[in-house]
Structure formats: C-alpha cells, structure tokens
C-alpha cells in the first residue's frame, strides 16, 4: 500500500512567515560555525546558476526553506524546555487570532518545546455576565466578583473556554489536558488583601505541579483554567497573569509569556511608538514608582517580577493582535513586546 506523506512545511510552517531574526546577543546567542559567525542559507545563495527549469524549486519554497533554516538556532536552544503562556485579551476575541495561536502552540510543541497554555477569558465572562444583568467591574485591573459572577466564572472558564481550548489543539493536530487550579490541587487560594473591595478574588498560596509533570513528558499540553479553592473549597477568581507566573515559577520555565491585547510596556503611555522592547527588574520596578506603569499593566509586571525572583529565565509581555506573535517571540530575535530579565 503506497503512503504519501504530507510536505514538511504544510507541518511546520504557520500561514505567515516568519521575518528573518537579526542578530542580537541579548536576545539569543545563536549557534556558530566555525569562524565563529552564525550561518545563514538564504535564498539567494542557492539560486540556481542556470536557468530555472521544472525540476528546481520555486522561490516560495525557497523561501519556506529559509525561514526554517533560520529558526534552527532557536529550536535548538529551546528544545525540552518549557515555556508557560497566558493566554487571554484581543486574542481569544478574533477567530482568526486564536486559530493562529493555537497552531503555533502546536508548533512549538511539534518541534520539541513544552507549552503550558494558562487562559483567562475576560471578554466571554462579560458576555455571561450581560446575560443575567450583571454589569463587570473593575479595580487596578482585577475583576470585581461576588457570589454570583463567581459562579458564571467557574461555570465560563472551566466548563467552556477550557474545553474549547483543548478541542481546538485537539483539531490542530497535538493532544491537550484541560484542568484548573482545583484539580489535584495544582492551586490553593486565599482571599485577597482587598477582599472587602475585590469579594472573591484570591491569591496563590501554594502550587501543586506534580499532576502537571507527567501531563508534560507525555508530549501532552496542559490547558489551565485560572479558578481555585482555599482550604475550606471556597471558590475563587484567580487573575491569569498572577496564575501563569506562579505556574511558571513552579515548574522551572524557561519562558514566561503574556500573550494579551496590549503592545507591551510604554515609555510613555500616551505614545504607542515608545515601546520598551527589553528591559531588567530594576528598570521595571522605577517605571512603576515613577507612575509610567499604571491600571492593568500592573499585575502583569509584578507577575513577572515575582516569576523572575523565583527562577524563571525571561518574561514577555507580547501582543495576541499581532498573527503568530509566539512564534516572533521565541524563534526569532525580534520580538513583539517587552522581555523582561533578571
């Protein structure tokens, strides 16, 4: 019986290509040749000297070949290590965005890296809410909930977004684990220090991943929702950046990225072009206290900070607007938002 197997790059490649890293040390330290620079096979250089006939390839699938070539050293760096993504605003709006997320998830899982996708699911929450005339609100970027949006919170992230997650990677041709902080007690909540204000919203207390580990060895992607229970099994909201860097932290990541609806960190807020492109803990903490990061930045840089204190390598604040901006992120060294280092 004569299998035909499918063209590599109809595998690999995502429907836009990647651009061409340039080189930058404090992004990635590419791999060498020996001179000591980096070997780059373009296009160009294998053209064919005579002219073209049927049997060469065409310039697209040159071009397809390149960009391969080009994300080798990156592949290789990255190869066994986990990278924990927040996945959450613009992005989980727009089809088109998620479908384009998710199949880069994939990728990365496909060409040896170990995804942990952690979801929030703001703007279906807010859709749930209007239907039973509950209208959201919000304090430093954190969301208000009372008894009755914690419900419609479990009930959307745990019990639709969750499983929709995990179909779509299912579709995209990898296999997922739906869970949420609950279960196995991965996460344990307290209440917090603005209760009175916030009503269940908590904090992580403590992180569980051993249910997650042999999930992740399996070549398995776990998708996690971001609800958990304090001692007594009282439910509570769990912001999904503060959850995604205690998850990371835990588990020794490589890379902790927030993938959500903003650009990244601004020099200054009025101005979308003063993107800060990377920058240390010490730099972040002063845009803070000098107020250049405000509202629902805040909790996204803290996660950072907290998740770089505890030993995970890089965190990037990156743009879900932007198609395959994980990709941009991790096998190139350009970047599409703010890394923040150690």
């Known amino acids: 019986m004569l299998l035909t197997m499918p063209h590599a790059s109809s595998l690999l490649l995502p429907s836009a290509a990647l651009p061409n ?12 040749s020996g001179r000591g620079r980096l070997r780059r096979v373009c296009a160009s250089s294998v053209a064919p000297a005579q002219p073209a006939s049927a049997s060469q390839p065409s310039a697209p699938a040159l071009s397809r070949v390149d960009v391969l070539s080009e994300a080798l050293p990156f592949i290789q760096r990255f190869r066994g290590k986990t990278v924990v993504v927040k996945y959450g605003g613009a992005a989980m709006k727009s089809p088109e965005l998620q479908s384009s997320v998710i199949r880069d998830l994939v990728l990365l899982s496909c060409v040896g890296l170990r995804p942990v996708l952690v979801h929030g699911g703001g703007p279906e929450i807010n859709s749930w809410l209007g239907r039973v005339g509950v209208e ?27 499983k929709q997650l995990v179909s779509l990677i299912s579709v995209a041709g990898a296999t997922a684990v739906g869970l949420c902080g609950k279960d196995a007690r991965l996460l344990t909540a307290r209440p917090s220090p603005d209760a009175a204000a916030l009503g269940f919203v908590g904090e992580v ?24 229970a304090d001692e007594t099994g009282q439910a509570y909201n769990i912001n999904a950046d503060t ?16 993938l959500t609806d903003v650009s990244g960190i601004l020099a200054n807020r009025n101005d979308p072009g003063s993107l800060v492109k990377e920058i240390d803990i010490a ?25 770089l204190a505890q030993g995970v390598h890089t965190a990037s604040i990156i743009d ?18 703010t890394m923040i280092t150690g």
């Open 21 to 32: 890293p340039s080189p930058n040390p404090s992004r990635v330290t590419p791999l060498a």
């Open 136 to 162: 959201p609100q919000f304090r430093n970027g954190l969301r208000v909930t009372d008894a009755l949006t914690m419900e419609v919170v479990e009930m959307v992230l745990v019990g639709k977004v969750n």
């Open 205 to 228: 207390t403590r992180v569980d991943p051993s249910v997650l580990h042999p999930i992740i060895e399996s070549g398995h992607i776990p998708v996690i929702a971001t609800v958990a």
């Open 243 to 258: 959850a995604a860097g205690e998850i990371a932290a835990a588990l020794g990541a490589e890379k902790l990225l927030l």
């Open 283 to 307: 730099g972040v903490r002063q845009m803070v206290a000098d107020g250049k990061v405000g509202g629902g930045m805040i909790p996204k840089v803290e996660c950072c900070v907290r998740a």
């Open 320 to 337: 879900g607007r932007v198609p395959h901006s994980l990709l941009l992120e991790i096998l190139t060294d350009e970047g599409t938002g």
